[in-house]
């Protein structure tokens, strides 16, 4: 998923750097502003940061220009909400660029857009909405994190093709042949991702019962429910 430096035109580098600003820029103040209210949440948002780092990092070559391995963003998407992840997934990004050629700095923006906005907003409407029908919470941490991964790969095929359309297809043309291409490796890391995000939420959920009742991950009841939703309303 991470663009190589250099690989995208000028005019679209910027473009997506200035699509993906404002939502780091909101999820920097958000971050904050949980920093300044629950400190306690400091270790958990550190390993929810270091997950993303790890699988980020796994690279498996997939198209000229680009690569396939799992995003990570699902787990703190669930977590602490989409906003934080946009912080959390530009800082492992610029680290990635900076220290493993993984990315680029031209391209951050329109890696930024893809793994850390878009991937954690699919992947968290999903996980929302089925607890909100009751789905089990381990359906829905897999669910969410599977969608985290996938969308960050369905958005780089539209980068890429709207960069570099088919000359006979053009735009749509393109945007079949990048996908497919993903879609060979990335379907089952997202398989894997999704199990993997599982067993550590299972983890927590032994260590951290409290955090994430606090979190509004565990909620006990319905109307206990309709409170964590009420909270997180006046929060945004």
């Known amino acids: 998923m ?3 430096e250099g690989f995208l035109p000028p005019a679209h580098a910027v473009a997506w750097g200035v699509a993906a600003a404002p939502f780091v820029v909101h999820g920097a103040r958000s971050l904050v502003r949980d920093v300044r209210e629950h400190p306690e949440s400091t270790l958990l948002l550190g390993a929810s940061g ?6 980020s990092a796994l690279k ?6 680009s690569c396939s391995h799992p995003t990570g963003t699902g787990l703190g998407a669930i977590l602490f909400r989409p906003p934080v992840m946009a912080v959390l997934g530009t800082i492992t990004l610029l680290f990635q660029a900076l220290l493993l050629a993984h990315g680029g700095l031209t391209t951050l923006g329109a890696n930024v857009f893809s793994m850390a906005v ?3 907003w699919a992947g968290y409407g999903l996980y929302r909405l089925l607890r909100r029908y009751d789905v089990p919470l381990m359906v829905a941490v897999f669910s969410g994190a599977f969608v985290a991964d996938l969308s960050t790969y369905c958005v780089t095929s539209v ?15 393109a945007l ?19 199990l993997l995000t599982v067993l550590v939420m299972r983890m927590l959920v032994q260590s951290s019962k409290g955090e994430l009742t606090r979190l509004g991950v565990l909620v006990t009841s319905a109307a206990g429910r ?11």
């Open 176 to 194: 079949g042949k990048f996908g497919s291409v993903f879609a060979v490796t990335q379907i089952p890391l997202a398989v894997s991702e999704g």
């Open 159 to 173: 980068q890429l093709a709207l960069a570099f359309p088919d000359p006979g297809s053009g735009f749509l043309g």
């Open 2 to 4: 991470h663009i190589a």
């Open 226 to 236: 309709k409170t964590a939703d009420s909270a997180e309303a006046v929060a945004r």
């Open 60 to 65: 498996l070559p997939s198209v000229t220009g």
């Open 118 to 120: 878009v991937g954690p």
């Open 50 to 55: 270091a997950f993303t780092f790890v699988l």
